[in-house]
């Protein structure tokens, strides 16, 4: 039986909002931003998606006659690609546009996990491809003076223009092409919001209505980790799963941990000896290469070395209980860090933080750490997170101390090609306290 899961940020709600130069597009996006005050709502510019110019248009750039109102000056296949993989949940790199050398930059921007994308831009309701994609069509209208004298203000403050370029520019380009380009996307908006952000009763709309997605998406988050529950509570350990033989060592070790008569320097010098065995363990579920090499004596010795470089991705804040074992282990190890909580009003985890190496995808294989593991909801959504950075899936080694049978069994099922590495299998619904034993507060 195939059993799938899909993270609170895939089918990303995307927002359009188009209008003409100096309409308040972006005040608007910011402001929802704002009143939403949530982590998981991104801002993307349709400005960082201007065409790469030929070297005599940038020179006509630069003598302000090329046009930057047009359609042609968007490149729409990029930005619709974009689009495409932010509602399949993948990250996504933004080009950074240059206003000042009228040329993009080279490098990016990453935007990864969203729930909510608001799209701003003179042309964000214009193509019918992007258009399928928007789940609300907002047009942004004010006063034509008005536009002009804010595009004037920014221009020359934030885009080094000077006045008599930017007037040349209005006349020559941005007022005919709103006429015919910018006004028609007005009839196809679903709200239309006149006076920027002092339009409080429009904008009011637009927040209620992402909160109900937000609340929507949440709802049903919840229910498919409730359904994954249900389809493997009654099954057994699946065959991706290993547990630390229960040596007298290890017994006696794990006794000393679970004692509430154990202070926290004794907790953490006998956990820190189970997590260098338990990322041991973890390493003999590695790929390795043959390789020879000459011992002191001169006589070839025909060995294993790992595949290529191993990294390990820190669940925050319990995995760095994990770190000291992880260098007596693999003292070069680089690492990565995501911050994943459960919210205490609906029991879903979410995504606060990540940071990786860039060149994560690239490494042969990849450890989780995180002491303790209930329902596997944050686990699924770590795994997840380092699929879609393009790490594969059977290079992924997840390393736990403890752990629900049910969340090691949804962690299983819906990555079977993932290695699980066990201290011990305990209660589903046993409370966290390993980070807090081990750091003391």
Not at 30 to 51: G, T
Not at 170 to 187: A, E, H, L, S, T
Not at 306 to 330: D, H, N, T, Y
Request: aromatic fraction near 8%; charge should be neutral; charged fraction near 25%.
């Amino acid at each position: 039986m195939d059993i799938h899961y899909s993270p609170p940020w895939a089918d990303t709600s995307i927002i359009g909002i188009a209008g003409s130069s100096g309409s308040g597009k972006t005040s608007i996006a910011l402001e929802v931003v704002r009143a939403l005050n949530l982590p998981w709502v991104v801002i993307l510019s349709m400005d960082s998606f201007y065409n790469v110019l030929t070297p005599a248009q940038h020179e006509a750039a630069f003598r302000n006659e090329f046009d930057f109102d047009s359609p042609e000056a968007i490149d729409f296949d990029v930005l619709v690609q974009v689009l495409k993989d932010l509602k399949q949940g993948k990250k996504v790199d933004i080009p950074v546009y240059s206003f000042e050398k009228h040329a993009r930059e080279d490098h990016t921007t990453t935007i990864y996990s969203p729930h909510i994308l608001v799209l701003e831009g003179i042309f964000a309701l214009y193509d019918p491809r992007v258009l399928e994609l928007l789940d609300l069509r907002i047009f942004a209208e004010a006063d034509a003076d008005l536009c002009l004298s804010r595009r004037i203000t920014r221009d020359v403050r934030d885009r080094g223009r000077d006045i008599e370029g930017c007037i040349k520019q209005w006349f020559g380009f941005v007022k005919p092409n709103f006429q015919r380009y910018v006004q028609p996307q007005r009839d196809i908006a679903d709200i239309i919001i006149p006076r920027g952000i002092q339009n409080k009763v429009a904008l009011d709309m637009v927040v209620k209505h992402i909160q109900r997605k937000l609340l929507e998406k949440s709802i049903k988050h919840q229910e498919a980790l409730r359904v994954l529950g249900k389809q493997v509570a009654d099954e057994p350990l699946a065959e991706n799963v290993y547990l630390l033989k229960a040596t007298p060592q290890i017994a006696a070790m794990d006794t000393v941990l679970q004692s509430q008569a154990t202070d926290s320097l004794d907790f953490a010098f006998y956990f820190d000896r189970l997590a260098a065995l338990l990322i041991e363990r973890a390493m003999d579920n590695l790929t390795f290469q043959q390789k020879a090499v000459i011992t002191p004596l001169g006589v070839t010795y025909h060995g294993l070395e790992p595949a290529g470089p191993v990294c390990a991705v820190v669940i925050l804040r319990g995995g760095s209980c994990f770190e000291r074992g992880l260098r007596r282990v693999v003292p070069d190890c680089r690492s990565g860090r995501m911050l994943i909580q459960t919210n205490y009003r609906t029991g879903e985890p979410e995504l606060h933080y990540q940071i990786l190496p860039k060149d994560i995808g690239k490494h042969h294989n990849v450890l989780v750490l995180d002491p303790q593991m209930a329902s596997g909801g944050a686990a699924l959504m770590a795994v997840k997170v380092l699929i879609d950075h393009g790490v594969l899936e059977e290079r992924i080694v997840f390393v736990t101390y403890l752990a629900g049978k049910i969340g090691v069994n949804r962690l299983a099922k819906v990555f079977p090609k993932m290695k699980i590495v066990v201290c011990r299998i305990v209660d589903d619904n046993e409370e966290r306290w390993v980070e807090g034993k081990y750091f003391g507060c």
